[in-house]
T-cell receptor
């Protein structure tokens, strides 16, 4: 199994508060991704990273920011959480040396915004 | 935006039955992947199909990539309760994986 750890696994917060989700990998893979999963929408890409300090937006990036200061850590931040950001968030890493290769996922972080 | 549509959205069948799940798009993909996700876990890759017309078998699961590389199917023979889960197809678009909305399969004993 790919070494991917997400934290926290569960979080309940209130509208307007900042939230940071952490993804930590032990595989030294270049590519890391944040997805959100909602009923009827499958997995939607929020942001991704192709190296330290190299990040780009996905299809649903509004309201989210990311940072990657080390190869092993990819942080997802909600500056001011809203109820529409209630979701399950998955981090993924790519074992392939090219972008868009096969993904290995973490176990997810369930976020509830009241 | 390239979209992947999966059908059916939900499927409930009896153990031993066969089923087919479809993944369709109006766009061409260089490759398609199939993942299975169980409750409380992240998706796990089942297969990647790359060549138009390609067929891959994984035990009782058969995956096919359309000749035009716009669609794919997953066929399960003699389904078992252990096959229960969410099946997701995904295609590479601009170096990123785009996922379909998934097919939720329930296999009843």
């Amino acid at each position: 199994d790919a070494g991917i750890t997400q934290s926290p696994r569960h979080k309940v917060t209130e509208t307007g508060t900042p939230v940071t989700l952490r993804c930590h990998q032990t595989e030294n893979h270049r590519y890391m991704y944040w997805y959100r999963q909602d009923p009827g929408h499958g997995l939607r890409l929020i942001h991704y990273s192709y190296g330290v300090k190299d990040t780009d937006k996905g299809e649903v990036s509004d309201g989210y920011s990311v940072s990657r200061s080390k190869t092993e850590d990819f942080l997802l931040t909600l500056e001011s959480a809203t109820s529409s950001q209630t979701s399950v968030y998955f981090c993924a890493i790519s074992e392939s040396t090219r972008p868009g290769g096969e993904l290995f996922f973490g176990e997810g972080s369930r976020l509830t915004v009241l | 935006t390239q979209l992947l549509e999966q059908s059916p959205q939900f499927l409930s069948i009896q153990e031993g039955e066969n089923l087919t799940v479809y993944c369709n798009s109006s766009s061409v993909f260089s490759s398609l992947q199939w993942y299975r996700q169980e409750p409380g876990e992240g998706p796990v890759l089942l297969v990647t199909v790359v060549t138009g017309g390609e067929v891959k078998k994984l035990k009782r699961l058969t995956f096919q990539f359309g000749d035009a590389r716009k669609d794919s199917s997953l066929h399960i023979t003699a389904a078992q309760p252990g096959d229960t889960g969410l099946y997701l197809c995904a295609g590479i678009s601009s170096y990123k994986l785009i996922f379909g909305s998934g097919t939720r399969l329930l296999v009843r004993p």
